[in-house]
């Protein structure tokens, strides 16, 4: 019987354990992106332990290249900011609708947009918000902060947020895990139900 080690009368072992064939790893296996694998006794042979060793060191480039993606599409969207002469805590509006042209990821096509980078990296930031906007503040990987405007605390009313410190008394505060984020919100018409609630 396959794996089980003899006694020195030729019988099977006392507490030989009965494997299931269907259970048991094959001496060969077809794979489409490593080719074939070979076992010997459940044991992978030299090459396969390489194969498997070189996809477990790609798939874990691929994994740190998309987990980078979200930081460095952030870092870029802020160099533009800067590059368009708005510094840290400087708000942005765009001058037209924006279209299928604009570098940008999901945008609406029918409001304005004000933009903005917040930096917390060196104390907490004060971030006066005025009324009839909505939009989310994201941080450096593009996870979501807080919403403001009529998604947020204030309600489209306006108010006053505080990050990164909690507890803050009147002022709406959030915590964000980041040195940098960004704030992108629309302007709403002042008709819509929103502004009635």
């Excluded at 994994?63 to 930081?71: D, I, Q, R, V």
């Excluded at 001058?95 to 604009?102: F, G, I």
Aim: with cysteine.
């Amino acid at each position: 019987m396959r794996g089980n080690v003899q006694n020195d009368r030729g019988s099977s072992p006392k507490y030989a354990a009965r494997v299931p064939e269907s259970i048991r790893t094959p001496d060969r296996v077809e794979t489409e992106q490593l080719g074939d694998l070979t076992f010997f006794d459940g044991m992978p042979s030299d090459e396969t332990v390489r194969k498997v060793y070189d996809q477990l060191d790609f798939a874990r480039g691929v994994e740190t290249f998309l987990s980078g993606c979200p930081a460095a599409s952030i870092q870029a969207f802020l160099q533009g900011m800067k590059q368009a002469w708005m510094g840290t805590f400087s708000m942005g509006i765009t001058e037209q609708l924006l279209d299928a042209q604009t570098l940008w990821l999901t945008p609406s096509t029918t409001v304005v947009y004000c933009i903005a980078e917040i930096n917390v990296e060196h104390g907490p930031t004060v971030m006066e918000v005025p009324p009839g906007v909505l939009g989310p503040v994201d941080d450096a990987y593009i996870r979501w902060v807080t919403y403001v405007g009529f998604t947020g605390p204030d309600r489209g009313q306006g108010g006053k947020y505080l990050s990164p410190l909690r507890n803050s008394g009147p002022s709406s505060s959030t915590r964000v895990s980041t040195g940098a984020c960004w704030r992108a919100t629309r302007r709403a018409p002042v008709s819509t139900a929103w502004a009635r609630t």
